[in-house]
């Protein structure tokens, strides 16, 4: 590790602004970072950061502020990594997020890391990069942007960096031994700020299937429901007939695709915050914004992958299609807005 790492980060909300901030504190890497409704706001001001890692901070910048995503054909050096940390909603979203970032791509030089939660979200990328490596980013802290530029982040941050499965690749083992160097490398750099615990994952699927027990199932029903995480736990009735039941179906669909998820784990994922932090799960505070939900990549990819071994998922389709629903009236809306 010679040299500072050249990042962008594309999305300064709850999650970036906190991977932002630990990769410029460990000094390993200088972000560049791609920012939309806060532009304004963080370049004059910085961000306010309260933070359960990092204490109060008032006025960090990230190395680089952008307002719209660099090409790098134009002079711009090349990047080492791009991350995305804005949301996935492959249903609303145009261009797509491959399409998108395309301009800062260098071929063969730039890895991706989409730290972003959700099952599927490599397939388009891995499609649209051939000869770049893509590595999956778990995160597991609970970060919020309460109004532009200030973030509350009030679960301790962790990630788990790894390579998603090898696909349309043409030298397999090559690309697993470049993929396992740069994730290996990212969390080096990540890890530097010492605030933050970061590991590599050796196994994706089975993370992202074990993340999946939250977030397809607490996600939509907080968002649904207007109750936090920790509000739903005392509600009556609704772990025992909604929460655990979409939990279970979750499991059989992991267990059948080959990724063995004990059933200790729905309890380990409903108390694994201490209810009175009352976290507020993202699709949670997507809806109170009136911003797009990641329907499908939390809910219609797992249903999916049901469907394709013939098993039913009714509560999981029940979810999907209320969340749908406030899919389709929030397009309304911002169509709407954005006539007038
Ligand atoms: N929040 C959390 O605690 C956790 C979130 N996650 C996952 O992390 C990912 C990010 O979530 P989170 O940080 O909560 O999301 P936020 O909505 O807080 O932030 C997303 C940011 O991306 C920006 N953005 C979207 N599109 C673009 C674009 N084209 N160019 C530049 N900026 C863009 C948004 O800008 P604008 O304001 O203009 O829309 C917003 O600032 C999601 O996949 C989520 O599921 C995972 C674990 C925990
Ligand atoms: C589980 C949780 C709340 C934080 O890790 C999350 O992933 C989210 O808000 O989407």
């Known amino acids: 590790m010679q040299r500072q790492a050249r990042i962008l980060l594309i999305g300064g909300g709850g999650i970036g602004t906190i991977v932002a901030l630990n990769l410029e504190r460990g000094a390993k890497a200088r972000v560049s970072a791609v920012l939309r409704s806060n532009f304004e706001t963080v370049t004059r001001f910085g961000y306010t950061i309260h933070s359960v890692d990092h204490g109060t901070l008032s006025g960090f910048r990230p190395g680089e502020i952008l307002s ?17 940390t804005m949301k996935n909603t492959p249903d609303v979203t145009k261009p797509s997020l491959p399409e998108l ?3 800062a791509v260098t071929t063969g030089r730039s890895t991706i890391v989409l730290v972003q939660n959700g099952l599927g979200i490599q397939d388009t990328m891995m499609e649209a990069f051939p000869s770049n490596v893509v590595l999956s980013g778990i995160s597991l802290c609970g970060s919020t942007e309460s109004s532009p530029g200030v973030i509350h982040q009030i679960v301790p941050d962790e990630l788990l960096v790894g390579p ?7 030298d397999m083992q090559q690309y697993e031994e470049r993929a396992i160097a740069s994730a290996t490398d990212f969390v080096a750099r990540y890890s530097a700020s010492g605030k933050t615990s970061c590991h590599f ?19 939509p029903i907080c968002a649904l429901t207007g109750l936090d995480a920790g509000e739903i736990r005392i509600c009556p009735g609704l772990l025992d007939h909604l929460v655990r ?30 209810i009175e932090l009352h976290v507020e799960p993202s699709m949670l505070v997507d809806k109170q914004r009136t911003q797009y939900l990641e329907v499908e990549t939390l809910l219609g990819a797992p249903i999916r992958a049901g469907r394709s071994l013939n098993i039913e998922t009714p509560i999981l389709n029940m979810l999907y299609y209320l969340c749908k629903g406030i899919q389709y009236k929030t397009q309304r809306m911002i169509s709407e807005r954005d006539k007038n």
């Open 68 to 84: 719209a995503i660099p090409t790098v054909s134009d002079g711009v050096e090349p990047f080492d990594y791009i991350i995305c």
């Open 101 to 103: 970032i395309r301009p």
């Open 164 to 170: 998603f499965p090898a696909t349309h690749r043409p």
């Open 201 to 219: 994952d050796a196994n994706v699927p089975m993370s992202r299937w074990k993340k999946l027990v939250y977030n397809a199932t607490i996600n």
């Open 245 to 274: 039941p979409a939990m279970r179906e979750i499991l059989i669909l992991a267990n059948a695709h080959g990724y063995v998820l004990p059933d200790e784990l729905m309890d380990e994922m409903i108390e694994g915050d201490p």
